[in-house]
């Protein structure tokens, strides 16, 4: 009211006058923060209502890496870092990292400000509303920047439509640089963590760098004492802009890897959940205690791959009121079809979300398929980024900037390794399944077939590497050589790729190895991963594609080429000085290693039938066995056989009919040997017969471990075998050093006399007349006592030697 009422005419002159607008400066507060509030974010708060139930960290887990970070908050460490990026795949957990960070912060008042960021929420997936948002929680938690916000808000109430290097000194650095100014944060508890989470999730790519920027700004331009903990998936942008100066002097990279043992904790989320729908789920009465089994337990962590996003939508899924957590359960380990609610919805929408954003779909999904479909079998060697390059006929380089949208699903190692990983291993689930990928989608069939395609294209292409190079080997295509015939029974053989595989030509792959092993010829031995290792991969291919070709064709006079020259080689290197090579080679043509087991084919037992030196039984053990050659069954019924008895192809190593008379005869000195070895009584050898009269005690004492060997393992057959546990193997061998060699030798004998009367008739049916051969088998010569405890074998080589006079006299 007025403090002159129903004046007219009134004039008042001189006096000093003083006028309070109150009022009207209280409107413009108000309207400035009116006006900040219109631009805030509230879904962005971490303890915003509009976040329904967001994602957080199940208890007990994710204990070491939130202590990690705590550490780092309270100025723990000793750190000049100002800036802390976690980082890591999709779904591994970060924002309910995150999100217990904020809360634990927030407790404590030293949680300054935070930002959540969300590609579905219309508000959240551009940068316009952060540090509107972020200068709304500042005047919150530090009331004194409240009046200085104010005001600049006042001064430039445009300032939202600023551009974000505007908003931030605005909105940030002046109101608070008062406080800076007066020591305010000097206090150790003062609030000063800013939260950003999710700033990948922007829907505007160059939105990322340039957010970092700013941040880099509030450091290097303006001196402010904050510190970010910012929480991401490692795209390419904001890798990049992590690695550049000068935000790199700044940051420290703390990565969601397996150094914190993901799987430990995922398997605590799963063990509780189930525990929990067991307890509590209105369907409990027909959940069985022991649900789910420990080995469903083990398939979905190992599924989860270490990222919680799948735990938590399977957990989610299974634990529906409305359904049975038993049949949900074994629609996610797909022994029961979907109807209508998809399991794995969420974790699609991620998986889509991050294809969509690719530049060259098409080219990327054909790396990533080659990653999923690759031969376990020397797939190391397509596993390194160089080697997919080559391998797909890429430019190098191509394979990095196809897979850089792809970080938080594939990862490799840009300055090391460069081996290239799948981080999901649903990914390759959702890929496979057309309703799940749908436009991204990919069949398997079509993958082996263009990589069958691949294998056909290297083998024909000649390697850049000149073959003088001692690491032209490195270059050489040992992958496609080996697994082509594994994708061929994998792929459908289309007419284009018949029409492949009728043009593959081994020719200039021959002559470079053939050119490259005459100067390095070491390379050439049959070892893992050697040239001869890796020709022999034709043989399986031989088999796939044989049925649909001539064997007048190139591609079979090719295989027997290679064939030849590897075996021919094989034997010039190793066994070209070895008498009783012919034995072996006999043997060969007539017991094929698969008719004999491991237990009688040992190298001593094959050397004492040919004489070799102790020095050389691997030498016998790896030609014979043949364990060099792929378990093709054409190797052991076609080819080597095939080799050794044809001359044209075989020259010196051929195999006559004199080849196996020779044999013959030896194996029949062998079998008449009048002393094999006496067999062993354990228990009344001379030493433990008289050990056993003069010292009753200690005998005794001995012979306990004879019958603790005999109950644990030792083994006394029909035929006196002896096979001594690994365990027992040892106590023998230290307790009883020269029993234990006897014994040994004496099983030598054994399977030396099996090999013998099993081999003797079929060499005798092959053998040409020999006159040493015949005089040795007509003299009636007795077989041994070691080849007596065969009676029915010693039958038959006695009617094969009836059969073999008869015939060639």
């Given at each position: 009211?007025?403090?002159?009422?129903?004046t007219?005419?009134?004039a008042?002159?001189?006096?000093?006058?003083?006028?309070?607008?109150?009022?009207?400066?209280?409107?413009?507060?108000?309207?400035?923060?009116?006006?900040?509030?219109?631009?805030?974010?509230?879904?962005?708060?971490?303890?915003?209502?509009?976040?329904?139930?967001?994602?957080?960290?199940?208890?007990?887990?994710?204990?070491?890496?939130?202590?990690?970070?705590?550490?780092?908050?309270?100025?723990?460490?000793?750190?000049?870092?100002?800036?802390?990026w976690?980082?890591?795949?999709?779904?591994?957990?970060k924002?309910?990292?995150?999100?217990?960070?904020?809360?634990?912060?927030?407790?404590?008042?030293?949680?300054?400000?935070?930002?959540?960021?969300?590609?579905?929420?219309?508000?959240?997936?551009?940068?316009?509303?952060?540090?509107?948002?972020?200068?709304?929680?500042?005047?919150?938690?530090?009331?004194?920047?409240?009046?200085?916000?104010e005001?600049?808000?006042?001064?430039?109430?445009?300032?939202?439509?600023?551009?974000?290097?505007?908003?931030?000194?605005?909105?940030?650095?002046?109101?608070?640089?008062?406080?800076v100014d007066?020591?305010?944060?000097s206090?150790?508890?003062?609030p000063?963590?800013?939260?950003?989470?999710?700033?990948?999730?922007?829907?505007?790519?160059?939105?990322?760098s340039?957010?970092?920027?700013?941040?880099s700004?509030?450091?290097?331009?303006?001196?402010?004492?904050?510190?970010?903990?910012?929480?991401?998936?490692?795209?390419?942008?904001?890798t990049?802009?992590?690695?550049?100066?000068?935000?790199s002097?700044?940051?420290?990279?703390?990565?969601?890897?397996?150094?914190?043992?993901?799987?430990?904790?995922?398997?605590?989320?799963?063990?509780?959940?189930?525990?929990?729908?067991?307890?509590?789920?209105?369907?409990?009465?027909?959940?069985?205690?022991?649900?789910?089994?420990?080995?469903?337990?083990?398939a979905?962590?190992?599924?989860?791959?270490?990222?919680?996003?799948?735990?938590?939508?399977?957990?989610?899924?299974?634990?529906?009121?409305?359904?049975?957590?038993?049949?949900?359960?074994?629609?996610?380990?797909?022994?029961?079809?979907?109807?209508?609610?998809?399991?794995?919805?969420?974790?699609?929408?991620?998986?889509?979300?991050?294809?969509?954003?690719?530049?060259?779909?098409?080219?990327?999904?054909?790396?990533?398929?080659?990653?999923?479909?690759?031969?376990?079998?020397?797939?190391?060697?397509?596993?390194?980024?160089?080697?997919?390059?080559?391998?797909?006929?890429l430019?190098?380089?191509d394979?990095?900037?196809?897979?850089?949208?792809?970080?938080?699903?594939?990862?490799?190692?840009?300055?090391?390794?460069?081996?290239?990983?799948?981080?999901?291993?649903?990914?390759?689930?959702?890929?496979?399944?057309?309703?799940?990928?749908?436009?991204?989608?990919?069949?398997?069939?079509?993958?082996?077939?263009?990589?069958?395609?691949?294998?056909?294209?290297?083998?024909?292409?000649?390697?850049?590497?000149?073959?003088?190079?001692?690491?032209?080997?490195?270059?050489?295509?040992?992958?496609?050589?080996?697994?082509?015939?594994?994708?061929l029974?994998?792929?459908?053989l289309?007419?284009?790729?018949?029409?492949?595989?009728?043009?593959?030509?081994?020719?200039?792959?021959?002559?470079?190895?053939?050119?490259?092993?005459?100067?390095?010829?070491?390379?050439?031995?049959?070892?893992?991963?050697?040239?001869?290792?890796?020709?022999?991969?034709?043989?399986?291919?031989?088999?796939?594609?044989?049925?649909?070709?001539?064997?007048?064709?190139?591609?079979?006079?090719?295989r027997?080429?290679?064939?030849?020259?590897?075996?021919?080689?094989?034997?010039?290197?190793?066994?070209?000085n070895?008498?009783?090579?012919?034995?072996?080679?006999?043997?060969?043509c007539?017991?094929?290693?698969?008719?004999?087991s491991?237990?009688?084919?040992?190298?001593?037992?094959?050397?004492?039938?040919?004489?070799?030196?102790?020095?050389?039984?691997?030498?016998?053990?790896?030609?014979f066995?043949?364990?060099?050659?792929?378990?093709?069954?054409?190797?052991?019924?076609?080819?080597?056989?095939?080799?050794?008895?044809?001359?044209?192809?075989?020259?010196?190593?051929?195999?006559?009919?004199?080849t196996?008379a020779?044999?013959s005869?030896?194996?029949?000195?062998?079998?008449?040997?009048?002393?094999?070895?006496?067999?062993i009584?354990?228990?009344?050898?001379?030493?433990?017969?008289?050990?056993?009269?003069?010292?009753?005690?200690?005998?005794?004492?001995?012979?306990?471990?004879?019958?603790?060997?005999?109950?644990?393992?030792?083994?006394?057959?029909?035929?006196?075998?002896?096979?001594?546990?690994?365990?027992?193997?040892?106590?023998r061998?230290?307790?009883?050093?020269?029993?234990?060699?006897?014994?040994?030798?004496?099983?030598t004998?054994i399977?030396?006399?099996?090999?013998?009367?099993?081999?003797?008739p079929?060499?005798l049916?092959?053998?040409?007349?020999s006159?040493?051969?015949?005089?040795?088998?007509?003299?009636?010569?007795?077989?041994?006592?070691?080849?007596?405890?065969?009676?029915?074998?010693?039958?038959?080589?006695?009617?094969?030697?009836?059969?073999?006079?008869?015939?060639?006299?």
């Amino acid at each position: 009211m007025s403090m002159i009422n129903n004046t007219q005419s009134l004039a008042i002159h001189g006096g000093v006058f003083t006028q309070h607008n109150s009022l009207a400066v209280q409107s413009l507060s108000q309207s400035a923060f009116e006006r900040l509030q219109k631009e805030v974010a509230p879904g962005a708060f971490h303890n915003s209502g509009e976040r329904f139930d967001p994602p957080k960290c199940h208890p007990r887990t994710r204990v070491a890496v939130i202590e990690r970070i705590m550490n780092w908050v309270l100025w723990k460490e000793r750190t000049n870092s100002l800036v802390l990026w976690l980082n890591g795949a999709a779904g591994a957990g970060k924002s309910a990292i995150a999100q217990k960070i904020a809360e634990l912060c927030y407790e404590a008042e030293i949680l300054l400000a935070s930002f959540f960021f969300s590609r579905s929420d219309p508000h959240r997936n551009h940068p316009k509303a952060l540090f509107a948002t972020l200068s709304y929680q500042i005047a919150c938690a530090i009331p004194e920047a409240r009046l200085h916000l104010e005001q600049e808000i006042s001064r430039d109430p445009l300032i939202f439509t600023r551009s974000l290097e505007a908003q931030m000194v605005a909105l940030i650095v002046k109101p608070l640089q008062s406080l800076v100014d007066s020591s305010y944060f000097s206090d150790p508890t003062s609030p000063r963590l800013i939260i950003l989470d999710g700033i990948d999730e922007i829907m505007e790519q160059r939105s990322h760098s340039k957010i970092l920027q700013v941040i880099s700004d509030i450091f290097h331009r303006h001196r402010m004492p904050f510190i970010f903990l910012v929480v991401s998936r490692p795209e390419q942008e904001i890798t990049f802009a992590f690695n550049s100066q000068p935000l790199s002097e700044l940051t420290d990279h703390l990565r969601l890897d397996n150094t914190f043992h993901p799987d430990d904790d995922i398997r605590l989320f799963i063990n509780d959940s189930f525990s929990e729908i067991k307890t509590g789920h209105p369907r409990k009465k027909s959940i069985p205690p022991s649900w789910p089994s420990e080995e469903v337990i083990d398939a979905l962590v190992h599924k989860a791959s270490g990222q919680f996003i799948y735990a938590a939508t399977v957990i989610r899924f299974i634990e529906s009121i409305r359904h049975r957590p038993m049949e949900r359960l074994d629609i996610i380990l797909g022994l029961r079809p979907v109807h209508r609610d998809l399991p794995f919805a969420e974790l699609d929408a991620l998986y889509m979300h991050i294809l969509s954003a690719l530049d060259d779909p098409e080219r990327t999904l054909l790396v990533i398929g080659l990653i999923l479909v690759r031969a376990q079998f020397l797939g190391h060697h397509l596993s390194r980024i160089p080697d997919i390059e080559r391998f797909l006929g890429l430019e190098a380089g191509d394979v990095e900037f196809l897979l850089a949208d792809m970080a938080s699903l594939v990862s490799w190692e840009v300055d090391g390794t460069q081996i290239v990983q799948m981080l999901h291993a649903s990914f390759g689930d959702f890929l496979f399944d057309h309703s799940r990928s749908g436009t991204f989608s990919l069949e398997r069939k079509a993958l082996h077939a263009v990589m069958a395609y691949q294998c056909c294209r290297n083998i024909s292409c000649s390697s850049d590497v000149d073959t003088r190079d001692k690491d032209w080997l490195m270059q050489y295509p040992t992958y496609a050589v080996r697994n082509m015939a594994y994708h061929l029974n994998r792929s459908e053989l289309t007419p284009e790729l018949m029409s492949h595989l009728t043009q593959l030509s081994f020719e200039q792959l021959i002559e470079d190895a053939s050119e490259h092993l005459s100067l390095y010829p070491e390379q050439g031995r049959f070892t893992p991963g050697s040239i001869y290792d890796t020709w022999l991969g034709v043989i399986p291919l031989a088999d796939r594609i044989r049925p649909m070709m001539t064997d007048d064709s190139e591609f079979y006079r090719l295989r027997q080429r290679f064939c030849d020259d590897v075996i021919k080689r094989e034997f010039d290197l190793f066994y070209a000085n070895q008498p009783s090579l012919y034995l072996l080679l006999s043997l060969t043509c007539v017991t094929p290693y698969r008719h004999l087991s491991d237990f009688r084919w040992t190298p001593a037992s094959v050397a004492q039938l040919t004489d070799w030196n102790k020095a050389d039984h691997q030498k016998v053990i790896d030609l014979f066995r043949l364990d060099i050659f792929p378990h093709s069954a054409s190797f052991y019924t076609d080819i080597f056989p095939g080799f050794l008895q044809d001359v044209s192809r075989a020259g010196k190593y051929t195999v006559t009919a004199e080849t196996f008379a020779r044999a013959s005869l030896k194996f029949l000195e062998y079998l008449s040997r009048s002393r094999l070895g006496a067999l062993i009584n354990l228990r009344h050898t001379p030493r433990n017969l008289t050990s056993r009269r003069n010292r009753p005690w200690h005998w005794r004492k001995h012979m306990r471990y004879l019958d603790l060997g005999a109950r644990k393992g030792f083994k006394f057959h029909s035929r006196f075998d002896f096979t001594p546990t690994p365990w027992l193997r040892d106590v023998r061998q230290s307790h009883f050093p020269k029993l234990y060699f006897r014994l040994r030798r004496q099983q030598t004998y054994i399977n030396a006399t099996y090999i013998a009367l099993k081999s003797f008739p079929k060499l005798l049916r092959r053998s040409a007349a020999s006159d040493q051969l015949i005089a040795s088998v007509t003299a009636e010569k007795p077989f041994s006592q070691r080849a007596l405890q065969y009676p029915a074998l010693v039958k038959q080589c006695k009617a094969a030697m009836v059969t073999y006079v008869a015939r060639v006299q």
